[in-house]
């Protein structure tokens, strides 16, 4: 069963610019989480806002539990698609207290389940103790509860989230990721959230759609789209990524580093740029090695070093803390891809 499903939702804000969202398609299923992911102006706000009914699309189409709320003749506004959403300014209303902003949404239940529905779910955000409380009273941690509480008390089907931790300092930040995916886990509410942030969206999500100017560039697991990107855009944006140049050879992907296994749907002799992470490459202290390290950044669990190939191409790698390489110093270097990625060369490099 699919809980939504967009098909070629388009919105352009000008007839000069380019869209802010491009056929942008996707099917989540009931309880699943999906992280949209891109840098700033990408469309990821665009797509929530068009999913929620904040924005009329120029195209397509968008089905919320069977129910079409967007297509060519139809346009169901916000408040009748039974969907929840939590902004990244949280958006409390100053003059009600938490109890009564959550039961904000609740007008029209009975008093007596409005009352049940409000307690259980400070219950389930550990608000209990703050429900007569204003908002300004509260750390932007216990805010950010209140709006999730807000927003999921109606039970929505949906929950969108747009950059939701972003206003919160770091280890509050680590706490409300758990919180919060524990919560959406526990009601099983199908959830989309925004971010810029790539290991949030890795950490929370299911599936992760990376947004590219409008245009969606992957969706996958976190694994997929960390060890398998799609394109280059994808591979630079979830994690460093170097690439260097490789020949397709019989024996695999011929490289400054070794031969590497090929990738299906490479034709021999291709001109590739191989996709390098950190993690991939082992550095060996050797006198006589063909890299040399040039900068090492010490963040204690562990290091990270850029060296220099023989070439001139530099790549970065990943060592343990006690690795005692240091700037100058020479490496044999050794290539532990986990799977390879390779993309053929944008332009020949011999
Ligand atoms: P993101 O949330 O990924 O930062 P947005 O969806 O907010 O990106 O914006 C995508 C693009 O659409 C940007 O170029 C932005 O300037 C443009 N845009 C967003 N909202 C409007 C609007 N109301 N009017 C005109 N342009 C807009
Ligand atoms: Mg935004």
Redesign the pocket.
């Known amino acids: 069963m699919i809980l939504l499903s967009i098909a070629h939702l388009t919105k352009r804000?000008?007839p000069h610019?380019l869209p802010?969202l491009d056929d942008f398609s996707l099917d989540a299923e009931p309880g699943e989480i999906i992280a949209l992911l891109?840098p700033?102006?990408?469309?990821?706000?665009?797509?929530l806002r068009l999913i929620a009914g904040f924005e009329k699309p120029d195209a397509g189409v968008v089905v919320i539990s069977g129910k079409t709320m967007t297509d060519r003749k139809t346009f169901v506004p916000p408040e009748g698609r039974g969907v929840g959403m939590v902004f990244q300014e949280y958006a409390l209303f100053p003059h009600l207290t938490v109890e009564e902003n959550v039961a904000f949404g609740l007008r029209a239940l009975d008093p007596g389940t409005r009352g049940h529905r409000v307690h259980g779910m400070l219950e389930t955000v550990g608000l209990t103790p703050f429900a007569g409380r204003y908002p300004h009273e509260l750390s932007g941690g216990q805010q950010q509860r209140v709006a999730l509480a807000r927003a999921l008390a109606p039970r929505p089907a949906l929950l969108l989230l747009d950059e939701p931790f972003s206003n919160l300092d770091a280890d509050m930040m680590v706490q409300m990721h758990l919180e919060v995916y524990t919560i959406l886990r526990e009601l099983g509410t199908t959830a989309i959230f925004?971010t810029h942030d790539q290991e949030e969206a890795f950490m929370i999500a299911d599936r992760v759609g990376i947004?590219n100017q409008?245009r969606l560039e992957q969706l996958g697991s976190p694994e997929e789209i960390y060890h398998r990107p799609a394109t280059r855009f994808v591979a630079r944006f979830v994690g460093k990524a170097d690439f260097l140049p490789g020949r397709v050879t019989d024996e695999g992907i011929a490289t400054e580093i070794g031969t590497l296994p090929n990738t299906p749907g490479l034709p021999g002799g291709a001109q590739v740029e191989v996709m390098i992470r950190p993690d991939h490459i082992e550095l060996i202290p050797d006198p006589m090695g063909s890299a040399m390290v040039v900068t090492r950044q010490f963040r204690g669990p562990d290091n990270l070093l850029v060296v220099q190939l023989r070439s001139g191409a530099t790549i970065h790698s990943h060592q343990p803390s006690t690795l005692t390489l240091h700037p100058g110093d020479r490496a044999k270097v050794v290539a532990h891809p986990t799977h390879v990625v390779a993309f053929l060369a944008t332009r020949p490099w011999l």
């Open positions: 804000f000008s610019d802010a891109g700033s102006g990408s469309g990821k706000t665009t797509a925004v947004l409008g």
